[in-house]
């Protein structure tokens, strides 16, 4: 005989959840103009980067790390139905996947050995950052919908967020 579980959150509606809704209504004042923020870097000197070798390698761990974080959230969100101890993985993934943050390591033609990007991300580059622009919507989404403590609403929304990821990669990433 199959039994049903049901699943509790494991706290209450907490000061954490508060602390998220604010953070997600404050405006990005810091970020500056936006349209400059994805522009696409023409050369390293547009970049915080050394050379082209180090954005490639850059991007390419801090990918890896983001990816290895969602499979976290998955953990703490869906495995364990825990706010509590997700909440500083959502605002770390929050910040890391930032267009704003990752766009400066793909300097125009950095593609080829050592690099999983395709050149086409340079060929549409709107198209490339429309995607970043999808995923941080997906994230700020997946956050408000955790906050309302429902497991099947935070689990759509955290696929979501992999959906917009797994996209992204389809079309600029060799596999």
Same mark, same amino acid.
């Given at each position: 005989?199959?039994?049903?579980?049901?699943?509790?959150?494991?706290?209450?509606?907490?000061?954490?959840?508060?602390?998220?809704?604010?953070?997600?209504?404050?405006?990005?004042?810091?970020?500056?103009?936006?349209?400059?923020?994805?522009?696409?870097?023409?050369?390293?000197?547009?970049?915080?980067?050394?050379?082209?070798? /180090? +954005?490639?390698?850059? &991007?390419?761990? *801090? %990918?890896?790390?983001?990816? @290895?974080?969602? #499979?976290? =959230?998955?953990?703490?969100?869906?495995?364990?139905?825990?706010? /509590? +101890?997700?909440?500083? &993985?959502?605002? *770390? %993934?929050?910040?890391?996947? @930032?267009?704003? #943050?990752? =766009?400066?390591?793909?300097?125009?033609?950095?593609?080829?050995?050592?690099?999983?990007?395709?050149?086409?991300?340079?060929?549409?580059?709107?198209?490339?950052?429309?995607?970043?622009?999808?995923?941080?919507?997906?994230?700020?989404?997946?956050?408000?919908?955790?906050?309302?403590?429902?497991?099947?609403?935070?689990?759509?929304?955290?696929?979501?967020?992999?959906?917009?990821?797994?996209?992204?990669?389809?079309?600029?990433?060799?596999?």
């Amino acid at each position: 005989m199959q039994q049903r579980y049901h699943l509790q959150w494991a706290s209450p509606r907490s000061a954490t959840a508060s602390v998220l809704a604010l953070i997600l209504s404050m405006p990005l004042a810091w970020a500056g103009d936006e349209a400059s923020d994805l522009a696409m870097p023409q050369a390293v000197s547009d970049t915080p980067f050394a050379n082209e070798r /180090e +954005a490639v390698i850059w &991007r390419r761990e *801090e %990918l890896k790390d983001i990816e @290895s974080l969602v #499979r976290q =959230l998955r953990f703490d969100l869906i495995n364990n139905q825990d706010i /509590e +101890a997700a909440t500083p &993985r959502l605002l *770390e %993934l929050q910040e890391r996947a @930032s267009a704003q #943050r990752l =766009l400066p390591a793909f300097i125009e033609g950095t593609h080829g050995s050592g690099s999983e990007a395709r050149a086409s991300i340079w060929e549409e580059w709107d198209q490339f950052t429309d995607g970043f622009t999808d995923l941080e919507d997906k994230i700020a989404n997946l956050i408000e919908v955790a906050e309302q403590q429902d497991p099947r609403d935070t689990a759509r929304a955290l696929s979501e967020v992999g959906a917009s990821c797994k996209s992204c990669h389809r079309a600029y990433r060799y596999d």
